[in-house]
Structure formats: structure tokens, C-alpha cells
């Protein structure tokens, strides 16, 4: 028989970690709530043409592509922005604007496998749709700012660009919006060098290559560096604009209090294609890949037919803030509840063991019960090789009293109680 394992690039997650990434997850329906996101649950399969529009190079050659057997060309959403964009073109198309929008699941990209970067993922994704206003970007940034302050990161590092400062100055001397995005595509993986001899070979002025070259090196840790970025633009009317956006959404921020670390560069791209404002990403000193990333993006709606609608959103990966709070060592406040389990003494008061069992789940006690049969001797060494917290035997002697033993597991003690102050005597103790 052949031994069956994951598929490459995927992953199981056992206990300890399902419960880590779910404490994110909660983390995040958290922020969701307290800055009024409401969710919805779009399909993992999706036309590979929605997908493929505006996904830039680097995600539609890694998309889970195929035909089902309609022939229909369908993918594995290698993100949630397509989708929710597709509801708003589309179910939501008349309905009052601003969205916002919340999503949490698992996406597919056929990367290849490594630390913090697997075949299925997963995000929290944040989608603030029909406003074009720059408290709207800020709110995205400061609820991003929430979710890694709550979940219990430190030292993490927003980094901010806007597309437009590029684009503004490739777009003066009419570069083909192809060549770019492609020179953004490059830039998006480090390679300037190649981004800038792209642009050159396209045919721009010595100042716009003299300006581009100066912009991918300009980067600071303050708002400061934004008056640099615009004396550099300042002949570049469009290029000035973004600037200027990205100056006023970053003093927002800081008008709100929220308290950011932060670098700001002004030759910063993303790999997708759809962005035309801010763009950000989160990052640790312990990773080199970011926890999260969005933008702004005005134009996607429309192009999947709806009204023109601009909108802003934000990807968290939850598997990656995992592991960033496992390299950092976070002690997570996750809420432990006692593990308590029910043994009968012998087979007759197995129906005794499950009543009390099920008398305790009704009073919101979670409890398990022996199930294998097993002497109290041998299930009590199983309990303690678990570290559980407590045992409840139910013994003959006991119950003609409405009694059963409580062992304490940890303190190695154990008295006799009453069964209508089980809950109480566990509960009370750990309070
Ligand atoms: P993204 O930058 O492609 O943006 O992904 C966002 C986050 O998802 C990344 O920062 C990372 O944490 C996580 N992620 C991406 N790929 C992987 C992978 N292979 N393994 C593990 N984690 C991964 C988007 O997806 C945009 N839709 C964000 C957005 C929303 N823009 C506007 N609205």
C-alpha cells in the first residue's frame, strides 16, 4: 500500500498550531468588528480570467490553473481582491457605498516551498470600497496596525511607497504601460538594475533615467524624507500628486496616534498589477518576507464592469504571523480552559460517566470522557502524560452519596464532592 503524504507545498497543521493560526484569525474578526468590516465567504475557485486580469506576472504564472469538466477555464484564487472586486461589479453593484469588506481563508500559488512561503496560505483581507479619500487608506493602515499590535508582534515595520511617483515619471514621457509594469514587476523583486536598463532601452530622456535612478535610492524612516521625494518630482505633475497623497495619508496616520515604525521608499513597487495609489507592506527583522500587503487600487472594479469605485485593502498571511511569533518567542494570551476527564470505575456506570459528563458540558465545562475501557489506574497514567488538569472518577461508594471523586492531576490530590458542585470546585479553583 503506498504510504500517502501532503501534496508538495501543502501543509497539515496539528493541534498546537491550529490553534495558533486560529487565535490569529480570531485576532483579526476582532479588528474586523471593531472597525465595522463585515464578512463574506466568496469561493475558492473562481474564472481564471478574473483571476489572471490584474494579478501581474509573478501570481498568474503561479496560478492553480486547469479546466473542470465543463471546459470551463477555472482557477484556485491565489488571493481574495478579484473576488470581492468581482461581488461589487456585480451582486453589490447598487447597493450604498463605502464597503468594507472582510475575508478569511486559504489561498493557492504553486511558489516554490519554503520558510514562510507554501502552495496554500492563508489571509485575513481587508477591502475598503468607494472611497477615494485618504482617511480611508489611513484606516487600512491603522487597522493593520491593530491586528499586529493585538496578536502580540513587536518590533514590526510598516513600509510605505505610492505607484504613482513612479508611474508619474515614466508616464510624462509616455513609456508604454506595459514596459511599466514590467519595470515595476523587476522592481517589486529587488532587480533595479534591470528595471532602470528596461526603461533606458524603452527610449526616455537622460533626466526621467537621472530622476528614476535617484527615486529607487531614496528612502527614510520618517515623513521628512516625502519633501525629498517631492523637490525630486517636483517638474513631474502626476508624480508630485502621489507624493503628496502619500503625505497626507502617512499624517493622518499619525494624527490618529497610532504609532508606527516605519520606512518610507520612493522606488518601492508590489507584484500586482492592479495598484495605482499607496501601497504598504508589514515586516520583522527575524523574516525576509512580509506579514502583510495591500494598496490602493481605483481602476479594478471597473474593469470587471462595474462602476467606477475606488478602494483600498490589505492582505494579512496568517501563516507568516504565525511563524514571525514563533522566531519571536511571543507568549501568546491564548485563553486555556482545564481539561478535565470522566473515568467510571467499571463497566456498569459507564451510563453514570457519560450523564455526568454530558450534565457537565451543559454547565459549559468542556470534559472527555474514557472511552477504551480502560482502568482507572491506566487512564489516570494517560491523563497525567497529557499535563490534563483534573479527573473525575465515578465510583459505586460515591455515587449512592451523589458523589464522585475530583483528582487534582497537578497537585496530586484528591477529595470527594458532590456532583452538583463538580463545576464549582473545578472552576472555583481556577479562578
Ligand atoms: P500579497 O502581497 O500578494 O497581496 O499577499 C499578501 C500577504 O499574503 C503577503 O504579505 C504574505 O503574508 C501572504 N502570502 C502571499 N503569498 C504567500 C505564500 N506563498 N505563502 C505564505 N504567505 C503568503 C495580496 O494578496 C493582495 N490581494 C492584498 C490586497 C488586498 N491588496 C488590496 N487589497
Same mark, same amino acid.
Given at each position: ?12 497543521? +496539528? ?41 501581474? !506576472? ?116 509616455? +513609456?508604454? =504601460? ?49 519633501? =525629498? ?8 505633475? !502626476? ?10 495619508? +502617512? ?36 523574516? $525576509? ?29 496568517? $501563516? ?28 456498569? +456506570? ?45 465510583? !459505586?461508594?460515591?455515587?449512592?452519596? $451523589? ?27 481556577? $479562578?
Amino acid at each position: 500500500m503506498t504510504e500517502f503524504k501532503t501534496v508538495r507545498g501543502m501543509r497539515d497543521f +496539528l493541534p498546537e498550531e491550529a490553534k495558533i493560526m486560529r487565535y490569529i484569525e480570531g485576532k483579526a474578526r476582532r479588528v474586523a468588528e471593531l472597525y465595522g468590516y463585515n464578512e463574506i465567504i466568496t469561493p475558492v475557485l473562481e474564472p481564471y480570467e478574473l483571476l489572471a486580469a490584474k494579478a501581474g !506576472e509573478e501570481v498568474r504564472l503561479r496560478m492553480y490553473a486547469f479546466k473542470d469538466l465543463g471546459e470551463r477555464m477555472v482557477a484556485l484564487r491565489p488571493e481574495f481582491t478579484p473576488s470581492v472586486a468581482r461581488l461589487v461589479a456585480t451582486t453589490l453593484r447598487n447597493e450604498p457605498k463605502p464597503f468594507r469588506l472582510f475575508c478569511v481563508g486559504s489561498l493557492y500559488r504553486y511558489d516554490e516551498p519554503q520558510q514562510g512561503r507554501y502552495r496554500e496560505f492563508w489571509q485575513s483581507n481587508f477591502e475598503l470600497m468607494g472611497s477615494s479619500k485618504p482617511e480611508a487608506d489611513a484606516e487600512i493602515i491603522m487597522l493593520t496596525n491593530s491586528l499586529m499590535e493585538t496578536v502580540g508582534l513587536r518590533n514590526y515595520a510598516f513600509k510605505f511607497g505610492h505607484i504613482g511617483v513612479l508611474r508619474g515619471v515614466m508616464g510624462k514621457e509616455g +513609456l508604454d =504601460e506595459k514596459v511599466q509594469s514590467d519595470a515595476m514587476q523587476l522592481m517589486d523583486k529587488k532587480q533595479y538594475d534591470e528595471a532602470l536598463r528596461l526603461v533606458k532601452e524603452a527610449g526616455v530622456s537622460n533626466k526621467c533615467m537621472a530622476t528614476l535612478r535617484k527615486l529607487v535610492e531614496l528612502k527614510g524612516d520618517n515623513l521628512g524624507i516625502i519633501e =525629498e521625494m517631492k523637490l525630486l518630482v517636483k517638474d513631474y505633475e !502626476e508624480a508630485l500628486k502621489a507624493t503628496e497623497n502619500l503625505q497626507e495619508i +502617512l499624517k493622518l496616520v499619525q494624527a490618529s496616534g497610532c504609532k508606527i515604525n516605519m520606512t518610507i521608499e520612493a522606488g518601492f513597487a508590489r507584484g500586482l498589477e492592479y495598484y495605482t495609489g499607496i501601497i504598504f507592506e508589514v515586516n520583522v527583522p527575524e523574516m $525576509d518576507k512580509a506579514l502583510a500587503g495591500g494598496g490602493r487600487y481605483d481602476r479594478l472594479i471597473e474593469l470587471f464592469g462595474g462602476e467606477p469605485t475606488p478602494a483600498v485593502g490589505i492582505a494579512h498571511g496568517i $501563516d507568516r504571523i504565525m511563524l514571525a511569533l514563533q522566531l519571536q518567542k511571543a507568549r501568546l494570551k491564548i485563553k486555556e480552559e482545564k481539561t478535565v476527564i470522566v473515568i467510571p470505575v467499571n463497566e456498569e +456506570l459507564k451510563g453514570e460517566a457519560l450523564k455526568i459528563s454530558q450534565m457537565l458540558r451543559e454547565a459549559n465545562m468542556p470534559v472527555e470522557v474514557e472511552v477504551s475501557g480502560r482502568k482507572v489506574a491506566k487512564a489516570l497514567e494517560d491523563a497525567n502524560r497529557r499535563k490534563m488538569d483534573y479527573a473525575i472518577i465515578v465510583g !459505586e461508594k460515591e455515587l449512592k452519596e $451523589d458523589s464522585v471523586v475530583i483528582r487534582n492531576l497537578r497537585e496530586r490530590e484528591q477529595k470527594v464532592v458532590k456532583i452538583g458542585t463538580i463545576v464549582e470546585t473545578i472552576k472555583g479553583k481556577s $479562578d
